[in-house]
């Protein structure tokens, strides 16, 4: 009786969320002849802008211009954005100040700085600023094996070093209200200690870092002689480190904060209202990868738009202008600037920037490109900054690399993308404006306010954290972080569901049945993953989740088939399907049912019973579609 009850219980669980696939699925597919206009939506967290997985921007609250802006992985992104009114400057992104200048600079910006340094721990109070360091022995920064490519002058090839560098300040009070960094290139740890204080301890990077000194030790700067000391650690392989002090230039320091009136989060884009004097200022933030007109799925580019109204109704001299600091972001100074049809490019590592070349002035001072326009009648008060991004590696799966969707031609190049969303990049943003309309409806008609928020910037999130790539045999493949990640797969089917991404929700599956359709994969489960970018070779996880992949594969297959109303996919992998089904089945063969945990998600046996509802539901399926 006990167990009949608890089956009763699970089915009728069971029968309340098909019941809620079936409403969604309604809610998805139902059109309107008239669509509202959007309800203005603030998420406390989003992605601003989707770009690629290495270059999403992030967005907490209403931030814009209160700090500068950051990467998916917390990483800076240094722009400062101005808008200049009659020559009174008003910030509106980015933080109060950009560039950076050295007071004691890393072996890149100088002929090398000296430090004294011992490979032996040197006794309790080493890092202290009175420590007498006279017997030390003296060399020149930076530090690390003289045969590789680092602009080294004394060799470090033993486990640890301690390096003390005294750093003169003439006049600290010349220092009062700036921000102070320790900038550091380490391989592969170190500790930071100025004048005694501990900083912190940092990982291996590859790329200069920035790290802001805190205001406690900020007020332990002392006119003459200061020490920077550093303990470095090398775990194996080549070790390299160099560091520096350096204080910020308060570039823009002068201009007024711009006053935030308005933010609007739809699925497509962010929009931002700013009040600057007497001129109102509208900037959008759009992700064109996310249209639907034209095929752009996968295309590492995005785009802020931007307008100016006069509220005054008077005339204004108006120009806006952006400021990157390139060496912040990337450790070089290499930059690459050129006109290409009727748009001016600059190229910094991985980052491409756009900007119309008619009325548009470029500058690239100590390594920071400053791209400005003037706004006036003839441009219509507008113009477009554009973003792109190209990420080094290939993904490698099933014996082949892969190329990019967008470059299926082998032949691509982003600054081709850039110059393509650029000319079409006012039809681009109606297109989204009335795609944003649509799904901001329907989010409404389906829930409240909260989901609303929660679906429409989870759209954007899925396209900032996945890469689209084509195989040999022209089927579109979406990888998240970890490859072919089932569970991943399965969280995301809702809000794509919602959404009627059908294509990309095949993308996703994709790489798995063909994974384990290929004659290595000889178990008659699928793999909970298939490798972590860029190389697909092996599952991460391997732990027991096999009914739990099995059964999510089942169930996203039946997704796939009703958003369609076709059976043709299911019937390409119709052999997997049926075999995942008959491990479920085994696997639930002689399990003894109690009451307790069973109504419990992550139960095996749970996943079992919805992997076989899922079946039994395509072969229904596949009568009603035959």
Known sequence: MEIRLTIKFIMLWKTIILLGIIFLLSACLHTEQEVAPSISITPDEHTLLAITPDFSIKMTGDTLNKHYLRLKYGKVFPVTGILRIDGRAYRFMGGDSLRISSIAPLANDSFGWSGKYSYLFPGKGWEQKEYDDSLWKEGNGAFGPVKENFKVRTAWGAENIYVRRHIKIDNKDALEGHKMYVCYNCDDQVRLFWNGDFLGEKGITYQTKCECLPDEAITRIYNGDNVLAVYGRNTGGPAFLDFGLYVENKTYSEADVA??????VQATQTLYVFQCGDVELQIDFVSPSLSEKWNMTGWPVGFLSYQVRAEDKKEHTVEILFD???EWMFGRRKIDSWVEQEWR????????LGMTA???????????VVLSQKLCEENGNKGVLLIGNGEGQRIHCVGEYLQPLWNNNRTGEIKDLMIAVGNRYQKLKEECNKLDNLWNNKAFQVGDKTFAEQMLSSYRNFISSHRFVLSSD???FCFGDTLGNVGEAYKNFPVLLFFNRVDWMKSLLNPI????????WKRKYPPYDI??????????????????????????TVAIVEAEQDFSYAELHWSHLCLWANYLEEKMKGEVLPSIELLDANDKRVKCVLGLMAYHKLIQLKDAYE
Request: aromatic share 10%.
């Open 259 to 264: 006053i935030l009136k308005k933010t609007d």
């Open 324 to 326: 990157v600091d390139m």
């Open 345 to 352: 490019f600059v190229k910094s590592d991985s980052l491409y």
């Open 358 to 368: 008619d009325g548009t002035s470029f500058s690239c001072d100590d390594s920071h």
């Open 474 to 476: 022209n089927k579109s």
């Open 513 to 520: 049945f063909e994974y384990c359709e290929d004659e290595h």
């Open 531 to 556: 490798g972590l970018y860029p190389v697909a070779s092996k599952q991460i996880k391997v732990d027991n989740c096999a009914e739990e992949a099995a059964a999510n594969m089942l169930m996203m």
